[in-house]
């Protein structure tokens, strides 16, 4: 259900399509030492996340392949972006603040947190259908980072 | 009527064709403007606004609206007439009994059943699938029979005989699709052997819309010795089914989509099959008698009805069935295929539209992706201007994978739809195109 008001294009920033069309780090890492794969079964997307971490707990590389609607594909990407070079432990702040924000639990105007750019995906908290899409590629990153499953689903 | 090939102006035709049947039949004709208009305030959901603008509702294949005749005749039975059915001596108890009865019949004659004893009530579609996939399966199939199904199946006719495959040790083996989304008989008639021992296909597909030839198809599966189960989900509520004409063994169809209530389904079975078949579910209202050395079932339909029935559902079917068969079912039919012409005209000339099922015989439903826009976007937006559709793979995954696709969007149509309606589709889709490539 959306709110009245609401825009698609608002959705549908530039910023977003841009990165659906042209996808950062959309590649496969040879040199990963963590995987993953994510899956939404109610729709068919879905994401491998492939991470290169150092000893120190440093993400150096990352990149990722798959299939998905442009705001699970611009997340992914976006995501791959704002995680390289951060610790692990960072970047898993960093998918809870996000899932918080898009969850209507964090409030991105007022409160401290470290989302730069990522906030401009809060549109997507009018349309909680398409809160999953948003966080699959997160979820697997989560789940590639802690190593628990190499497989996750949405549902 | 007469065979003469002489040429002859049509109107003479029917004229002729009036006054030689005994029984004059109304020619028939779609539904006018007016008509419509008159249908769609019989609809209280569709009034409404969405996003700011007035709701088109495009979902029909998932679920269809329900009349206010239907919300009403369920209203006045929990307020006026609500009673247990079959067990108690009470007025409010036996007059239940005798609404629920009734619906049973009224469902007889909508399938044209021999008996009303060959209608079983079931949660659904899904349901009286299970039911005949544990009931008959379990008892019809060995190591080395064949089940046989359509690459068009929804996941509730593949699911099932999976199970019963795996339990029974029997082959599951797929009808291929062709490239238009219609079946391949040639393929299929090759399949055909004395291991064939079910057939359960779908009248028409949920997700492509093409109507299967389900008569002929019986007939050659029938010349095997197979039984023969049709999935009429997609079908019943947009056709006018004859079960008896179509010789089917098994029929089977959800309220909801018929634009009744959740909760409630339809099996029909020959009765000389239900008679051999053991209960699917066990406990109250299917017995005749019980001890605790044994237990005699009940005679179907009662044997396959285990447990307090969807009471008040079942009654709203049979208004809902009243609604339909008071518009009428060949007008619903031709209603729906002059929106299926015309909806398919206007998304056709689309740039970047890949319609995906564009067999000869199809119902209303136009399932396509463009391949600028996935289709959960697609179904975003279209929200956003009041446009309702569905985007996934609509339970088929099996018939997305044959065409290469991860998903469609689908726009299902129903009698109460108008042309203004597909125009608003149209320009929603424009919408699409112009965040997704800046063009217009
Ligand atoms: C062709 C077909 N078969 C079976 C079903 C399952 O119906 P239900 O979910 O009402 O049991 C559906 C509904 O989606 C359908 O379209």
Redo the contacts between chains.
């Keep these: 259900m959306?709110q009245?008001?609401?825009?698609?294009?608002d959705?549908?920033q530039q910023v977003i399509?841009e990165h659906n069309q042209k996808p950062r780090n959309f590649k496969v890492l040879e040199t990963a030492n963590a995987y993953a794969l994510g899956k939404n079964p109610?729709?068919?997307?879905q994401f491998a996340v492939y991470v290169s971490v150092s000893d120190d707990g440093t993400i150096e590389d990352i990149g990722f392949q798959g299939?998905?609607?442009?705001?699970s594909k611009a997340c992914a990407s976006m995501m791959t972006t704002q995680v390289k070079g951060k610790t692990k432990v960072d970047a898993l702040q960093l998918k809870d603040e996000f899932q918080k924000m898009l969850l209507g639990e964090l409030n991105e105007t007022t409160e401290a947190h470290h989302l730069g750019k990522l906030t401009m995906f809060s549109g997507v908290k009018q349309?909680p259908v398409?809160v999953k899409?948003a966080t699959l590629a997160w979820h697997t990153l989560e789940a590639a980072l802690e190593g628990k499953a190499s497989e996750i689903s949405t549902e | 009527m007469s065979l003469s090939k002489e040429m002859k102006p049509v109107a003479v035709d029917l004229v002729e064709a009036v006054q030689m049947s005994a029984t004059p039949q109304p020619i028939v004709s779609p539904l006018s403007e007016a008509e419509v208009r008159s249908i769609r305030a019989d609809f209280p959901v569709l009034s409404q606004q969405v996003n700011g603008y007035p709701l088109v509702y495009l979902d029909n294949g998932a679920t269809t609206q329900k009349p206010q005749a239907v919300i009403d005749r369920m209203t006045r039975f929990y307020s006026e007439e609500y009673g247990t059915v079959r067990r108690g001596v009470y007025a409010l108890s036996a007059k239940a009994t005798e609404a629920f009865d009734q619906v049973r019949s009224q469902v007889a004659q909508f399938l044209n059943a021999a008996s009303e004893k060959e209608i079983v009530f079931t949660r659904g579609t899904t349901e009286a699938i299970n039911l005949v996939a544990f009931s008959l399966g379990n008892v019809l199939l060995k190591p080395g029979d064949q089940v046989l199904i359509s690459g068009l199946e929804h996941h509730a006719n593949i699911v099932p005989w999976q199970e019963a495959c795996a339990r029974t040790g029997a082959t599951l083996v797929v009808i291929p699709v062709l490239d238009d989304g219609s079946l391949d008989q040639t393929v299929f008639e090759g399949l055909l052997s004395p291991q064939t021992k079910i057939l359960a296909l779908t009248h028409v597909s949920n997700a492509l819309g093409t109507v299967n030839p389900v008569a002929e198809m019986i007939e050659r599966a029938h010349a095997v010795g197979a039984v023969v189960l049709i999935d009429g989900a997609q079908g019943a509520p947009h056709m006018s089914v004859d079960v008896q004409a179509l010789d089917c063994d098994f029929y089977a169809f959800s309220s909801h989509k018929v634009y009744g209530p959740t909760g409630v389904g339809v099996l029909y079975g020959k009765y000389n099959l239900l008679e051999q078949m053991p209960p699917y579910q066990t406990g109250g209202d299917m017995i005749l008698s019980v001890t605790f050395e044994k237990t005699t079932f009940a005679k179907p339909p009662a044997r396959f009805e285990a447990g307090t029935p969807a009471i008040a559902e079942v009654i709203g079917l049979g208004a809902a069935l009243d609604y339909v068969t008071s518009v009428g079912l060949d007008r619903i039919a031709l209603t729906e295929e002059k929106l299926r012409q015309e909806a398919t005209d206007a998304l056709s000339g689309l740039p970047g539209l890949r319609m995906i099922g564009t067999a000869s015989q199809k119902s209303a439903v136009l399932s396509f992706y463009l391949d600028y826009a996935h289709p959960h976007d697609i179904g975003t937006i279209l929200d956003q201007s009041g446009v309702a559709v569905r985007a996934g793979h609509h339970c088929a995954q099996p018939v997305m994978q044959r065409f290469g696709v991860p998903a469609t969007a689908r726009a299902s149509f129903s009698f109460y739809n108008t042309s203004d309606e597909i125009t608003r589709l149209v320009s929603a889709i424009g919408e699409v195109r112009r965040i997704f490539t800046g063009s217009v």
Excluded: E, N, Q, V
């Design positions: 959306t009245s008001g609401s825009h698609a294009s959705l549908y399509l109610l729709c068919g997307d299939m998905g609607c442009a705001i349309y398409r899409c």
